[in-house]
């Protein structure tokens, strides 16, 4: 009795601490290994988004500067109360897409998923959702948040609250940063979604909710949208050739300025203006000098506006709606004419409403290529040499599908 108490029970009792402690160092180093590798597996930068938000999202991404596109596997929040989900069946490509993937403006966050010109099919409603039902036809433009508080978004012109949040490249109200249009699934507060009017086609209808939205708030608020005024249209790209449909809508008769003398058939002939003139063409231009009422410049690049100026009559105004890191503005002429030089940035969600409702009841759609989503590559290529006539649209929901 005194060995089994002096010696046999100490002695178990050490082994039985001494496996309990192998037992648990096991246990507890599996644990951490195991944990270890899929935190490593979470943080690859690619699947950062996938364990953010419950609904899973297949998209196009670029990963870096060179802009290059690839797929790309994400999520989109669960809907909520006042928010709208939908399936993308097409998204324009914009411009600033191309500027956007490229980091030109030196803050792109990446993986970048553009686009912000979409249009699709409600999928699911919020509980307090008014405006919408599964199966309406709608369109997602540039923004999908503002404060709502402001006097700018109490004024209808969110686009101008200082925290407005942008389709892609902004960062959410719920801290993640946002993703565009070249997507299967979209997410947004029914307040930032358009009503898509019944007859209005959803291909070439896509492009306006950016391009059509930017040229028709310009025009509205600088008063260029009245019968009988000659207005110009410099750059026939994606903005100038809607800013020219819109225009003709409104009655005015057109001139369009580009730097490109071949776009003149395309300009009078099919888009119906009824002036053509070669910006470069300096005879021609003071030719044609204090004829114009106004001007929508729509034009991106850097570029002298002192010929432009010298188009519009006394108390004209001009417009720039393009994104150029400066233009220098000639002060002579535009003291001695009375005349304005004024910029514009999309449009509030009441007025990109009134565009697409408008558009709808002229015909007014945007003339473009449809395209599959492994061609957006290339597309990008073709815009940045001006080779797009003269909007590309994906079509995302034939050809963005998970496997
Ligand atoms: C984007 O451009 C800025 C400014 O040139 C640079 O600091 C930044 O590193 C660039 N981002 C990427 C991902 O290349």
Redesign the pocket.
Known sequence: MSIISGFILPCAHIIYRALLTILFAIVFNTYYLISYFLFLEKKKPNEIAEVEHPVKALGWAAR??TGVLSPFEFSRRATRDHDVQLKILYCGICHSDLHSIK?DS?F?P?PQVPGHEMVGIVTEVGSKVEKFKVGDKVGVGCMVGSCRKCDQCVNNLENYCPQSVFTYNSIDSDGTTTYGGYSNIMVADEHFVIRWPEKLPLDSGAPLLCAGTTTYSALKYYGLDKPGLHVGVVGLGGLGHVAVKFLKAFGAKVTVISNSAGKKQDAVETLGADRFLVSRDEEEMKAAAATLDGIIDTVSAVHPIGLLIGLLKLHGKMVVVGLPEKLELPVLPVVAGRKLVGGSLIGGLKEMQEMIDFAAEHNILADVEIIPMDYVNTAMERLERGDAKYRFVIDVGKTVKPE
């Open positions: 870096d500067a980091n030196g792109s990446y």
